[in-house]
């Protein structure tokens, strides 16, 4: 099996939105000019919520990109992480899908993949992120996303969180992300011998580095699973 394709710093002129790509990529210190941004919850030009733990860290911070299921909304998918954004002073950004789900999984990468590098380049302007602590994570379609932009984009992104994905469908691949898969026994929308075990083997087979879990349950994110991912994340911080 050929390993993913080798990283660049920024995508090639053949290389775009249309394929997934992301160009945004973090500093190490937030602009002088940039206004200081408080700790809570801070929309972007109505396009995201970024959220700022009442403890940041010292210096550069861990951001986690998360991703909401179908027909979902930014809001839910920051509750999900937000106890261990407090806990670990971590960085949120939640992106609202243009329509009712992420692009790639209506008609091929654009919108969302636009809106998403908009808001991060916003980001990473106005905060100090750390340069390789980004990931992104997801749950059902937002956790299919989160899978399929994680490998385009290996670079940026060092690990990803999926919960409960259904599917991956990257365009090309970039960098060796370290995954984190959950999945529920009891899942009747996206059963796990169809989707989580399946996509798990084949990304061991492909090279990646994976650690999963299983959990009695369905459709959901447990928060104990979410702890775990979180911790797993920053383990090697």
């Known amino acids: 099996m050929p390993p993913p394709e080798r990283?660049?710093?920024?995508?090639?002129?053949?290389?775009?939105?249309?394929?997934?790509?992301?160009?945004?990529?973090?500093?190490?210190?937030a602009p002088r000019h940039a206004e200081p941004v408080r700790?809570?919850?801070?929309?972007?030009?109505g396009r995201a919520l970024l959220y700022v733990p009442s403890a940041p860290r010292p210096g550069p911070?861990?951001?986690a990109v998360v991703l909401h299921g179908a027909g979902g909304a930014a809001e839910e998918a920051l509750e999900w992480l937000r106890p261990q954004a407090e806990e670990y002073g971590v960085l949120l950004l939640a992106p609202q899908a243009v329509s009712g789900t992420w692009d790639m999984i209506v008609g091929g990468?654009?919108?969302?993949?636009?809106r998403i590098d908009a808001v991060l380049e916003e980001t990473f302007s106005r905060t100090?992120?750390?340069l390789g602590g980004v990931a992104v994570a997801g749950f059902s379609d937002g956790a299919s996303y989160a899978l399929s932009?994680?490998?385009a984009n290996g670079d940026l992104f060092h690990a990803v969180l999926a919960f409960s994905p259904g599917f991956m469908a990257p365009m090309i691949r970039?960098?060796?992300?370290?995954?984190?898969?959950?999945?529920?026994?009891?899942?009747?929308?996206?059963?796990?011998?169809h989707c989580g075990r399946r996509l798990v083997a084949e990304l061991?087979?492909?090279?990646y580095e994976v650690t999963y879990e299983e959990f009695r349950g369905g459709h959901q994110v447990p928060p104990e699973t979410a702890a775990a991912a979180v911790r797993w994340w920053l383990a090697s911080q």
């Open 39 to 45: 700790p809570g919850l801070h929309r972007l030009g």
């Open 174 to 193: 970039h960098g060796r992300p370290r995954i984190f898969v959950s999945h529920g026994v009891s899942d009747r929308v996206l059963p796990i011998d």
């Open 204 to 207: 061991r087979e492909s090279g």
């Open 128 to 130: 100090a992120v750390e």
């Open 109 to 114: 990468y654009g919108a969302d993949v636009s």
């Open 61 to 63: 911070s861990p951001l």
């Open 149 to 151: 932009l994680g490998l």
């Open 7 to 29: 990283s660049r710093p920024h995508p090639g002129p053949e290389e775009g939105v249309r394929h997934g790509r992301l160009s945004a990529r973090p500093v190490a210190t």
